[in-house]
């Protein structure tokens, strides 16, 4: 006679919940000290509910300066502007090494390829593991 499951499925999804509770309880956290205000959050040692009465007194300050909108129009600017430059070279760079008849272009293609094998985080990684030490 059947379960329907097995042990390992159960520790498998215990363990899913676990690292998924492992990784938001750190955000949990910021938002609790955020809506709290610090002289009871400064009492609980670790906080797991809100408070009863939210203080928002922090995201008020923040918003009452202009320096936060500064910075959200300029992370907008550069997420849309650096895309868009990213697919246009990205696409542009595809096209090139598509065509096999431009002289150099095999070297090009070759050298395209060693650098996705070889990216620039090995560099000091490599640096490290010498005896040399670079």
Avoid: E, Q
């Avoid at 990784?23 to 670790?46: E, H, N, Q, R």
């Avoid at 009452?64 to 997420?79: C, E, M, Q, W």
């Avoid at 990205?90 to 090139?96: C, E, L, R, V």
């Avoid at 090494?97 to 431009?102: G, R």
């Amino acid at each position: 006679m059947s379960l329907g499951f097995n042990f390992y499925d159960v520790f498998v999804v215990v363990f899913c919940i676990g690292f998924s509770l492992l990784c938001f309880y750190p955000m949990w956290y910021v938002l609790l000290g955020s809506i709290t205000p610090y002289t009871d959050f400064s009492k609980t040692a670790i906080p797991v509910l809100p408070p009863l009465k939210p203080d928002f007194s922090y995201y008020g300050a923040i918003l009452k300066t202009g320096v936060f909108y500064n910075a959200l129009i300029i992370s907008f600017a550069k997420t849309l502007f650096a895309s868009t430059v990213s697919v246009l070279l990205t696409a542009t760079m595809a096209y090139a090494v598509s065509k096999t008849y431009v002289p150099g272009m095999k070297a090009v293609n070759w050298l395209v390829v060693l650098t996705m094998f070889f990216s620039g985080g090995l560099i000091p990684t490599y640096c490290s593991s010498t005896r040399w030490g670079c």
